[in-house]
């Protein structure tokens, strides 16, 4: 019996339960409640050359050591450290790649390259720049020669039985360049979230489409491909649904059947076409459907089985924020991602900002100052419907609520979404480079 079976589809709501559902909840709250129904994607095994970006599903154990044998780090001549012969006969040359049958002994030296096995018998290792060469011996000009000079011991790499990186790690280049480097192939990563992405409205219409009068192009569902795509799951349908019950309700149920994340895009407000709210309660079980926010209030989230369902607002910024803050932490978690959520730090507001009745989430651009200390200027005008607040913007501020304006100086969290940026003026202009927080 499969999960979906097991679980079955949620009875109607009561409507004891209409008051609770509708309670502005803290965002706190509605995270804990999302992530609590996250459940772990199964483990894959995959090809090395397909596992880049994907997330380690097991911890990584050095199987061997690295590197294997003692090896130079310079190009130079492989001698005995304490050797005092003023010149040593050149008895061969180690290059990479297989192993020289000779020994070095006193009066004697191996020409090497770097990361050559060391010939046996030598001690150290001498930089090319520290000799001259007379014939078919080498004059050594270095006076004091250290035993291990220039010379990677066998495991200072990694050490075999050692814990090379952690289940949850994603695989960037260093970690994959790791992976390959003890041989792992295939490599077992978590599950990739599925993902289907719904955007209902009948004022949309395609990109290309020519816009009639009353109606505007679908720009939520490319921009939440994209947000999905960043936090590492797959996309396996999107598209537009209808604004009629009955269709609607098929694609959805279809939808969650083959899915284990269902975003929606609008139909979860007030209105008497807010149908996707209103088919939640037949189709699912929901948990939550405000949240005491700005932007996003009415999100709804609901579980159908191990499917988890978000019914985000229709206003673009609105969906993008309730993603960064919910959505992308609970993708994460179903990877078993060590980091699911996005760095907080504190900084200092660079001009004075209205307060609200809720806890906003500002786009803005953080700055790193000549004395360390971040400062966060937001994107213009910030209303929800203003997709281009989010142009530039490398942070979410987040302000609390209280009556009074915030003033310039002023300190509150900023959620990362992009290291911050630190101004610099070179010859040529005003430019800005971007630092790790």
Same mark, same amino acid.
């Given at each position: 019996?499969?999960?979906?079976?097991?679980?079955?589809?949620?009875?109607?709501?009561?409507?004891?339960?209409?008051?609770?559902?509708?309670?502005?909840?803290?965002?706190?709250?509605?995270?804990?409640?999302?992530?609590?129904?996250?459940?772990?994607?199964?483990?894959?095994?995959?090809?090395?050359?397909?596992?880049?970006?994907?997330?380690?599903?097991?911890?990584?154990?050095?199987?061997?050591?690295?590197?294997?044998?003692?090896?130079?780090?310079?190009?130079?001549?492989?001698?005995?450290?304490?050797?005092?012969?003023?010149?040593?006969?050149?008895?061969?040359? =180690?290059?990479?790649?297989?192993?020289?049958?000779? #020994?070095?002994?006193?009066?004697?030296?191996?020409?090497?390259?770097?990361?050559?096995?060391?010939?046996? $018998?030598?001690?150290?290792?001498?930089?090319?720049?520290?000799?001259?060469?007379?014939?078919?011996?080498?004059?050594?000009? #270095?006076?004091?020669?250290?035993?291990?000079?220039?010379?990677?011991?066998?495991?200072?790499?990694?050490?075999?039985?050692?814990?090379?990186?952690?289940?949850?790690?994603?695989?960037?280049?260093?970690?994959?360049?790791?992976?390959?480097?003890?041989?792992?192939?295939?490599?077992?990563?978590?599950?990739?979230?599925?993902?289907?992405?719904?955007?209902?409205?009948?004022?949309?219409?395609?990109?290309?489409?020519?816009?009639?009068?009353? =109606?505007?192009?679908?720009?939520?569902?490319?921009?939440?491909?994209?947000?999905? #795509?960043?936090?590492?799951?797959?996309?396996?349908?999107?598209?537009?649904?209808?604004?009629?019950?009955?269709?609607?309700?098929?694609?959805?149920?279809?939808?969650?059947?083959?899915?284990?994340?269902?975003?929606?895009?609008?139909?979860?407000?007030?209105?008497?076409?807010?149908?996707?709210?209103?088919?939640?309660?037949?189709?699912? %079980?929901?948990?939550?459907?405000?949240?005491?926010?700005?932007?996003?209030?009415?999100?709804?989230?609901?579980?159908?089985?191990?499917?988890?369902?978000? $019914?985000?607002?229709?206003?673009?910024?609105?969906?993008?924020?309730?993603?960064?803050?919910?959505?992308?932490?609970?993708?994460?978690?179903?990877?078993?991602?060590?980091?699911?959520?996005?760095?907080?730090?504190?900084?200092?507001?660079?001009?004075? %900002?209205?307060?609200?009745?809720?806890?906003?989430? #500002?786009?803005?651009?953080?700055?790193?100052?000549?004395?360390?200390?971040?400062?966060?200027?937001?994107?213009?005008?910030?209303?929800?419907?203003?997709?281009?607040?989010?142009?530039?913007?490398?942070?979410?501020?987040?302000?609390?609520?209280?009556?009074?304006?915030?003033?310039?100086?002023?300190?509150?969290?900023?959620?990362?979404?992009?290291?911050?940026?630190?101004?610099?003026?070179?010859?040529?202009?005003?430019?800005?480079?971007?630092?790790?927080?």
């Amino acid at each position: 019996m499969s999960d979906r079976q097991r679980f079955g589809s949620a009875p109607l709501l009561a409507n004891d339960d209409t008051d609770e559902l509708d309670r502005l909840r803290h965002p706190d709250e509605a995270r804990a409640i999302v992530l609590r129904h996250v459940r772990r994607l199964a483990t894959e095994l995959v090809p090395i050359g397909e596992a880049a970006w994907r997330v380690l599903a097991d911890d990584l154990i050095a199987t061997e050591d690295q590197p294997p044998f003692a090896a130079a780090t310079m190009d130079g001549f492989a001698v005995i450290a304490d050797d005092g012969s003023p010149w040593r006969e050149v008895i061969g040359d =180690q290059t990479a790649g297989f192993v020289l049958d000779v #020994q070095v002994t006193d009066g004697t030296a191996v020409r090497i390259t770097t990361g050559a096995p060391i010939p046996a $018998g030598a001690t150290a290792v001498v930089r090319v720049e520290e000799t001259e060469m007379a014939d078919d011996h080498v004059i050594v000009h #270095q006076e004091h020669i250290a035993p291990g000079e220039n010379i990677r011991q066998i495991g200072a790499d990694l050490q075999r039985g050692k814990r090379v990186l952690p289940a949850g790690t994603p695989l960037g280049p260093a970690e994959l360049g790791l992976v390959a480097g003890l041989g792992l192939n295939p490599v077992p990563v978590a599950g990739r979230p599925r993902v289907s992405i719904v955007s209902t409205g009948d004022e949309l219409v395609e990109p290309g489409a020519t816009v009639a009068p009353g =109606q505007i192009r679908d720009a939520n569902r490319f921009s939440l491909i994209a947000a999905v #795509q960043s936090a590492g799951a797959e996309i396996v349908w999107s598209g537009k649904a209808p604004d009629t019950r009955e269709p609607l309700r098929r694609l959805l149920a279809e939808r969650i059947a083959e899915s284990d994340v269902v975003l929606t895009s609008g139909g979860v407000s007030m209105g008497q076409l807010d149908l996707v709210k209103a088919l939640l309660g037949e189709l699912a %079980t929901v948990h939550f459907r405000r949240v005491f926010m700005k932007p996003g209030k009415p999100l709804n989230f609901a579980t159908a089985g191990p499917t988890l369902f978000f $019914g985000l607002p229709g206003n673009p910024v609105s969906a993008l924020v309730s993603f960064e803050i919910f959505i992308r932490p609970a993708l994460h978690q179903m990877m078993g991602r060590l980091d699911i959520d996005r760095p907080r730090t504190p900084v200092v507001l660079a001009q004075a %900002t209205l307060a609200s009745d809720r806890i906003e989430y #500002q786009r803005a651009t953080v700055t790193v100052g000549p004395d360390g200390r971040l400062t966060g200027a937001i994107t213009g005008p910030q209303a929800s419907s203003r997709l281009a607040s989010f142009i530039g913007a490398n942070a979410l501020l987040v302000i609390p609520p209280r009556s009074s304006p915030f003033g310039e100086g002023e300190v509150v969290d900023a959620l990362l979404l992009a290291p911050p940026v630190t101004p610099h003026v070179p010859a040529s202009g005003a430019e800005t480079s971007q630092v790790q927080p």
